[in-house]
């Protein structure tokens, strides 16, 4: 409570100080990662703040899914102004919620898998999830998912909670798309050798980088920042002839929020090419618009999926809570 109240007053005295050089303050909450030290955050803030004369206050929960829970707890009362960090697994029911306005900016020119039309959230990154793994360690990675999931002397994974996390979430879709009906025993089949479920991707990719585990649910651009950063080639995504779930982030305008104008150009500049060139080598993600410069030298070995598996977000609204008490149920026997 003590620390909750002493952030409350931190977040009163920041606003006031910025009200006080006459700067409005746009508020975008988002997930610890992206406005994090090695985020797109800081680099977008710095840009954006340039032009707008405004000043962004970032709030962060741990993940997208955790940053969903919060904006369905504070409801219309929410401070936030634009949310950045929903997916498409979310958007069905995130758009239910009502707690989103129309963006109205247009979204053609992208590079997504398939065409966006949606009008309620921009997407502004995109990549498929797969199974990281260091070839140092790992010399023969499973072939497809079905042999991940039913060689019981197979590698052992970290995944993250499908309640809190969108990675977590969209395994749950990506199970269901090779699966089906037959999810559950798979599940149960896979349960002996998942070390560990963390609330997200952050705490799951450290496991596995300290050697916790010999796989990491994550994504197929994840080798991409240790070549560029660390130099390393050791790390891989392993690809799968069932195909590989898509996700597609996305940012979305508060209903409640009396800054829509601010929000909306913020949302503008998160899809210009100045704003989407910064994407892939900090968020480490495909930009959902290629930038006019190409994507960088990282990104180039990428594997491609064979096939690429899209939610449709109805459909994973109207299911989620199912699937996630069949997850739960396979994860307690």
């Given at each position: 409570?003590l620390k909750k109240?002493?952030?409350a007053i931190a977040l009163?005295?920041?606003?006031t100080a910025?009200?006080?050089q006459?700067?409005?303050?746009l508020?975008v909450?988002t997930y610890?990662?992206?406005?994090?030290?090695?985020g797109?955050?800081?680099?977008?803030?710095t840009?954006?703040?340039?032009?707008c004369?405004?000043?962004?206050?970032?709030?962060?929960a741990?993940?997208?899914g955790?940053?969903?829970?919060?904006?369905?707890?504070?409801?219309a009362?929410t401070?936030?102004d634009?949310?950045?960090?929903?997916?498409?697994?979310?958007?069905?029911?995130a758009?239910?919620?009502g707690l989103?306005?129309?963006?109205?900016?247009?979204?053609?020119?992208?590079?997504?898998?398939e065409?966006?039309n949606?009008?309620?959230?921009v997407p502004?990154?995109?990549?498929?999830?797969?199974?990281v793994y260091?070839?140092?360690?790992?010399k023969n990675?499973?072939a497809?998912?079905?042999?991940l999931?039913e060689n019981k002397?197979g590698?052992?994974?970290?995944?993250?909670d499908?309640?809190?996390?969108?990675?977590g979430?969209g395994?749950?879709?990506?199970m269901?798309?090779?699966?089906?009906?037959?999810?559950?025993?798979?599940?149960k089949?896979?349960?002996?050798?998942?070390?560990?479920?963390?609330?997200?991707?952050?705490?799951?990719?450290?496991?596995?980088?300290?050697?916790e585990?010999?796989?990491v649910l994550?994504y197929?651009?994840?080798?991409?920042?240790?070549i560029?950063v660390?130099?390393?080639?050791n790390?891989?995504?392993?690809?799968f002839?069932?195909?590989?779930?898509?996700q597609?982030?996305?940012?979305?305008?508060?209903?409640?929020?009396r800054?829509?104008?601010l929000?909306r150009?913020?949302l503008?500049?998160l899809l210009?090419?100045?704003?989407?060139?910064?994407?892939?080598?900090?968020n480490w993600?495909?930009p959902?618009?290629?930038?006019?410069?190409g994507?960088?030298?990282?990104?180039k070995a990428?594997?491609?999926?064979?096939?690429?598996?899209?939610?449709?977000?109805?459909k994973l609204?109207e299911n989620?809570?199912a699937w996630?008490d069949?997850?739960l149920?396979?994860?307690a026997?």
């Amino acid at each position: 409570m003590l620390k909750k109240l002493v952030a409350a007053i931190a977040l009163a005295a920041f606003a006031t100080a910025a009200h006080a050089q006459g700067k409005p303050v746009l508020t975008v909450y988002t997930y610890e990662s992206f406005s994090g030290e090695y985020g797109p955050g800081k680099q977008l803030q710095t840009a954006f703040e340039a032009k707008c004369g405004c000043t962004i206050n970032y709030v962060t929960a741990d993940d997208g899914g955790a940053l969903f829970a919060k904006l369905k707890l504070e409801g219309a009362s929410t401070n936030a102004d634009v949310v950045v960090g929903l997916d498409d697994n979310l958007m069905g029911e995130a758009e239910k919620s009502g707690l989103f306005a129309p963006h109205g900016l247009a979204t053609d020119g992208l590079s997504l898998p398939e065409p966006w039309n949606d009008k309620t959230f921009v997407p502004f990154d995109w990549g498929y999830f797969a199974f990281v793994y260091d070839g140092d360690k790992l010399k023969n990675p499973p072939a497809s998912l079905k042999e991940l999931v039913e060689n019981k002397d197979g590698p052992k994974v970290v995944i993250e909670d499908p309640r809190t996390s969108t990675p977590g979430l969209g395994l749950l879709a990506w199970m269901k798309a090779v699966y089906g009906d037959k999810a559950a025993d798979a599940w149960k089949q896979l349960k002996p050798r998942i070390v560990t479920v963390t609330p997200g991707w952050s705490e799951a990719y450290g496991l596995f980088l300290k050697g916790e585990a010999d796989m990491v649910l994550s994504y197929s651009t994840s080798p991409s920042y240790h070549i560029e950063v660390e130099k390393k080639t050791n790390y891989h995504a392993a690809m799968f002839p069932e195909g590989h779930q898509v996700q597609v982030e996305v940012a979305g305008l508060a209903a409640s929020s009396r800054r829509q104008d601010l929000g909306r150009q913020f949302l503008s500049f998160l899809l210009s090419n100045e704003g989407q060139a910064v994407l892939p080598e900090t968020n480490w993600m495909f930009p959902a618009k290629t930038p006019a410069a190409g994507l960088p030298d990282s990104f180039k070995a990428v594997p491609v999926p064979a096939k690429a598996l899209m939610s449709d977000p109805a459909k994973l609204a109207e299911n989620r809570k199912a699937w996630i008490d069949e997850w739960l149920a396979a994860m307690a026997k």
